[in-house]
């Protein structure tokens, strides 16, 4: 049987990339998905989208919002 420090031994003999991705795949088998909210998101994205395409809203350059945190 595998025990953590093993796993955390070699994990910690790899190179950065692969660091990175073994980082990646453990942060998202801790997400589980919750399709209400990704719903809630997706609508959200279309009606930002809706209200851009109809004029309602503009949008805002990258520099300009960077400006606040400035």
Request: glycine share 4%; hydrophobic share 40%.
């Amino acid at each position: 049987m595998t025990t953590p420090s093993k796993v955390l031994k070699e994990a910690l003999a790899l190179r950065p990339a692969q660091k990175a991705e073994l980082i990646d795949r453990l942060l998202s088998s801790l997400d589980e998905p919750d399709k209400e909210i990704d719903e809630l998101w997706a609508r959200e994205a279309e009606g930002r989208i809706d209200a851009y395409e109809g004029g309602e809203i503009k949008a805002v350059s990258l520099e300009k919002v960077l400006e606040k945190y400035e």
